[in-house]
């Protein structure tokens, strides 16, 4: 596998369209020890735009018209050159992969040159495999072709058939939209009654013709705004995570999480413990291949309750929350991902130990002696913003 040869050291693009996201925003640091670059295009008011360890922030508007965000990032990109550029959130996932489908179907503006192209497509991996990244109906189905535990579940388009579905998998069941996140677009259902309301508030959101069209018109219309509905049965476990690094479909390092305590049911984790877990870090390394992923990365899961069985629930293409507490246990994804871009041979990498961590702002009021606080006391103007978003 011949790497990239980038200019010397190696340039990171990180591009972050929400302001509300903490785990990107830390990411730079590790980046910049392991001697990459690192730019950041996002708003002024991200916590991202505050840390001290971007070479570069390059302000972004509100993003609707998909060519006008084209044109930005073709200025960017040749300003910083990025060896990788990597996304943050949802939103700029899917915003790059449109941009990547319109290259490969000759249907973009001709801002990206070919160069910055391939440079994209080296990012965020296989267009053919885009939807099975963020879409959770699709990565089920693909997780299931490879002979990963997931839970049982059906795509349903009527409140008719989410009844059907519930009844035969048994109360109480979630209703999801395949495209979303931190618990937005999930829904508890302990009956048919309640199914049937939230199926019906779901259906309702979706645009009509007439907006789709105008969408269209607008150069809008690549933010997925009428997902397909899941209805998932529910685990009896505890939930966990695997926070990776890949570059080309190969997984260069990764380790596991499991939650302690969340900010919210089914949000995101103020306190976890951190360390490995084979079982869950081996389906990882499948479903990468599979999807030929580059960049951060993390997999949510379900530990059964009854069996320990690791039970995936969905994929995430971007950097997670504990990304870059790696270093802690022994499993840097940068120094990972910075010997991948360098053509540093490949080692194996396993995390030493386990530790509790409270992940600040959120958890920083669940620290005591055995849990640790991941404060960015190096960074003032990034602690700053984030004990303002706490």
């Not at 040869?5 to 369209?17: A, E, G, N, Q």
């Not at 300003?79 to 915003?95: F, H, I, K, T």
């Not at 018109?217 to 966990?240: E, H, I, N």
């Amino acid at each position: 596998m011949t790497p990239i040869r980038p200019t010397s050291p190696p340039s990171i693009l990180m591009v972050s369209f929400e302001v509300g996201r903490c785990g990107p925003a830390r990411l730079p640091r590790a980046l910049v020890k392991v001697g990459l670059r690192v730019h950041a295009l996002c708003r002024p008011d991200d916590p991202l735009a505050a840390t001290r360890f971007l070479d570069r922030v390059f302000p972004l508007d509100t993003v609707t018209a998909l060519h006008r965000f084209e044109r930005t990032l073709a200025d960017v990109m040749a300003a910083c050159e990025p060896s990788l550029v990597v996304p943050c959130d949802e939103r700029a996932v899917v915003c790059l992969q449109a941009l990547v489908r319109r290259a490969v179907h000759g249907g973009g503006r001709g801002f990206l040159t070919r160069r910055q192209c391939r440079t994209l497509t080296d990012s965020l991996g296989c267009p053919d495999d885009f939807a099975a990244m963020l879409m959770k109906s699709e990565t089920l189905a693909l997780a299931r072709r490879l002979g990963i535990a997931t839970p049982d579940g059906a795509t349903v388009d009527t409140i008719e058939a989410a009844s059907e579905a519930g009844e035969r998998f048994g109360w109480p069941i979630y209703l999801k939209q395949s495209f979303g996140w931190a618990g937005l677009g999930v829904v508890a259902c302990g009956d048919a009654g309640a199914l049937a309301m939230a199926m019906r508030r779901l259906v309702a959101e979706r645009p009509s013709p007439a907006r789709r069209l105008v969408r269209r018109l607008l150069d809008r219309d690549w933010y997925p705004v009428a997902s397909p509905v899941d209805v998932q049965a529910a685990v009896d476990g505890s939930p966990a995570m695997v926070a990776a690094v890949a570059y080309r479909g190969r997984m260069l390092a990764a380790f596991a999480g499991s939650t302690v305590r969340t900010l919210s049911p089914n949000g995101p984790s103020s306190v976890v413990e951190i360390g490995a877990h084979p079982g869950m870090e081996e389906l990882s390394r499948r479903m990468i291949g599979a999807l030929g992923m580059s960049g951060f990365v993390g997999f949510d899961f379900m530990i059964e309750r009854t069996s320990g069985r690791p039970i995936l629930l969905e994929c995430n293409p971007r950097p997670i929350q504990i990304g870059h507490l790696g270093d802690r246990i022994g499993v840097d994804l940068a120094e990972a991902l910075a010997g991948a871009l360098t053509g540093r041979p490949a080692r194996d990498i396993h995390a030493e130990r386990t530790i509790d961590v409270a992940l600040f702002p959120h958890g920083r009021g669940h620290a005591s002696s055995g849990i640790d606080l991941d404060l960015p006391g190096d960074d003032a103007g990034l602690f700053a913003v984030l004990s303002r978003m706490g």
